[in-house]
């Protein structure tokens, strides 16, 4: 049996007259693995340990009425408060902000006593996840465990099942020796040495040899560190080919086609988070449009934004940056006929497809991304042998660099020259990186990742 | 001979009467080789290459009246917009922000089309200085080029003057390589170019292991790295000496002594500046209030904080933010006869020794610093057998960390919690840490610091 621990599951429940109701969750993880567990993928069977989101879930949990097709699913329903605390204060407040290296450090991190609170409370969270792998595992199953909300429980599954064979996933990348030390010794030790405890994978081998120096750093030269392995992610065909195929896809481009005309689209397509570097993007079309006048209604930017973590103050006030950068630009170049700047904040895949389908440039210059899955859905779903402008920051250069334009996150001026190179390269040439990047983008499905981990796991 | 290369150097000229001046630099450099070089320490004779600074200083220049006791100085009249743009722009807000760590970086830095105006001021005034330097040098000379105002002469000079033996010396700390690909690639490529072409040297071992990563990052891992070496620097003990002898200093520590009376003393001497970590120093000298009531109107915090940069956005916003701290802590905490914070913004020795003589504990807290001088000066001038509070992010821990009690830069609960550990620390056991730190801080001087530099040069 393979045994699959998340935050996040690939299902959400909802009340309905008789009982629950599984409905798919949202999440790069849930919606990746999901469909391949349940197809028996994985084996002959597959249980799934995830946390219990919503009231509802938590409900459902009580109720015993937790199924889902082709899945044993087990939802936490861990204590509210912790859980909090664990997932605001720790996971997305300091881990995501250290492993992608966005701390303004002059002023944050704090560490102090609530910090240590929110900590304790981590821990709990990770041990919960621990013991109910270690409950349900039998001897000499596989246990993958994912990403950063659940960093503690490698050491912790082992330390309570030796017999299990177990590797933990990154989805984000990981920092260096110093910024590994920005953690409280004790936090960064108990960290590097859970993971270290099992082979822990990356997106990217730059991941990977962070991590490595990280754990030498915090754990010393003769600590025994396992191997970590690189196994990146990749999109699902058939979802791809299903969704190209939806009535709302189609009417998505028809919109789009009526917003834009005959301009080009330049696209990008992100939750707002500091890490995807959405303003210095802005900054770059609107130094191109200073600089190329002949640019100027003669192509248009979907912003494809949506709003994530709005509980916290960092992503509050980022959101607030991105929409007056929108304003400011669109206020300043706009005309009667035409908004240098569309900002659209559905979350929905149809119409994100639609956009994929018929854009020009694909932008995606983040400061720092464990792989970036659009870089890959995009080219995958285009039908314009649209050029991908790519930050070598972004786990997927290593598979996608040689066909994209490369596009350095903090120099505003070579990243207007690139969206320029994009939008006035040859059809050839452009067709020609399009056909190499489908072959590179669509080298490898989720199954090929999830292969991937299962033979690592130790 | 020995040529000396540094943005500033050891006089700056004043304009009197019958001619010009010279007048005793500001800043580490200049200080700790100064007396050296003039007392012909370096061999027989010294020359030293800086940057005019002052209107004063280019009057001299242009005046041919540019001499100083000992030594051969040459200071280069310099275009002044170029100087202006390489130092603020380039070498204050880029590179030191980069080799600390400090840039929030989800918003700086943004290089455009200004900052590439900026880089080639920086090339240029880096190539003014090569050029004077393989003017001045005679064959087979040794080159010390300080800093990282000047990271791009060690390769023009090697270029131009092969026959010199060079080395570069950082005062900073460095970064690693997750850090260095913030800078475009081509002026990282130039740095690291043009320091691996001599040997490099850093006051401790871990700048020493990032630079040789980030150059390895970005040069291949087939260049020609020439090997890195550490060398710290020590206080002068004769300026020690008299300074501690001074009417000035005793007035000093009158006057402190009247201000305090018989509380305990914190104290911090530091330039105003985000790597520096002073907002966070007194949030845990707040938290140590809080948490230790018996400590409300026993002890004082000192702070010595002379503004620097102030022409600098980042050095000003930081500035304000560390006075209104300061503000708010008298406010809410202070009472009639007790002022907790005492800002002391003089930037004198004399008053600075004074300090340093009556301390309990000197708080050393650093983001990162590539040594603190501080961190020694003051253990040799104490005599109250003070505690010192250290980061092991400052290069001094390397020599100074175990007698010290560690103060991590993020952790506000335990700084707080080693602020009172300092003082309440048995008297015993503060005479014990406090010999071992003189004999450790005391165990290098300038003289130490500049052979090594001058046995390393090749």
């Known amino acids: 049996m393979t045994v699959i621990i998340s935050n996040r599951g690939p299902y959400q429940f909802k009340k ?31 249980t799934w340990i995830a946390a219990a989101l919503t009231p509802d879930d938590r409900a459902a949990t009580r109720a015993g009425q937790v199924k889902a097709p082709g899945i044993e699913l087990d939802l936490l329903d861990l204590d509210e408060r912790e859980y909090l605390l664990a997932y605001n204060l720790i996971s997305n407040s300091t881990l995501w902000f250290i492993y ?98 099992v082979p822990s994978g990356f997106h990217s081998a730059r991941w990977a040899q962070s991590y490595e120096a990280s754990a030498r750093e915090m754990l010393g030269s003769n600590a025994n560190i396992t191997d970590s392995f690189v196994a990146s992610l990749g999109p699902d065909h058939d979802l791809l080919a299903t969704t190209a195929q939806l009535p709302e896809t189609a009417v998505g481009r028809a919109d789009l ?71 400011q630009l669109n206020d300043e170049w706009g005309t009667n006929d035409w908004s240098p700047i569309i900002l659209d904040e559905r979350d929905d895949f149809p119409t994100t497809a639609a956009a994929f389908a018929d854009y020009d440039v694909l932008l995606v210059n983040p400061i720092k991304d464990g792989l970036n899955l659009v870089a890959k859905e995009g080219p995958l779903l285009n039908q314009r042998d649209g050029v991908l402008c790519l930050s070598p920051e972004a786990g997927a250069w290593d598979e996608l660099g040689v066909d994209a334009l490369s596009v350095h996150p903090y120099d505003i001026e070579q990243v207007a020259d690139s969206l320029n190179q994009a939008l006035t390269m040859e059809p050839k040439e452009r067709a020609k990186r399009a056909a190499s990047l489908r072959t590179r983008a669509g080298a490898r499905q989720p199954i090929d990742w999830l292969k991937d981990q299962l033979a690592a796991a130790k």
Chains 1, 2 share one sequence.
């Not at 949202?26 to 084996?43: C, D, E, H, N, V």
């Open 16 to 46: 309905s007259n008789n009982g629950f109701i599984a409905q798919g969750g949202a999440g790069g993880i849930a919606s990746s693995l999901g469909p391949l567990l349940t197809s028996g993928a994985a084996g002959d069977s597959a």
């Open 257 to 327: 086609k009526e917003q834009i005309g005959d301009r080009a689209m330049i696209l990008r397509v992100d939750r707002i988070d500091p890490s995807k570097n959405i303003l210095r993007g802005f900054s770059a079309y609107q130094r191109l449009l200073e600089t190329h006048p002949e640019w100027r209604n003669r192509v248009v930017f979907v912003a494809r934004l949506n709003a994530s973590r709005q509980t916290l103050p960092e992503y509050i006030g980022y959101r607030n940056e991105v929409e007056q950068a929108i304003s």
């Open 100 to 197: 992608h290296g966005i701390f303004d450090l002059a002023r944050r991190p704090r560490f102090d006593h609530r910090f240590r609170e929110a900590w304790a409370a981590y821990e709990n969270i990770n041990q919960a996840f621990a013991n109910a792998a270690a409950e349900k595992a039998n001897p000499g199953d596989v246990v993958l465990i994912q990403d950063y909300q659940l960093n503690l429980v490698p050491a912790m599954l082992r330390s309570a099942r030796p017999d299990l064979r177990i590797a933990h996933f990154s989805h984000t990348p990981f920092c260096g020796p110093n910024s590994i030390r920005i953690l409280p010794p004790d936090i960064a030790r108990a960290i590097c040495g859970s993971m270290a405890s």
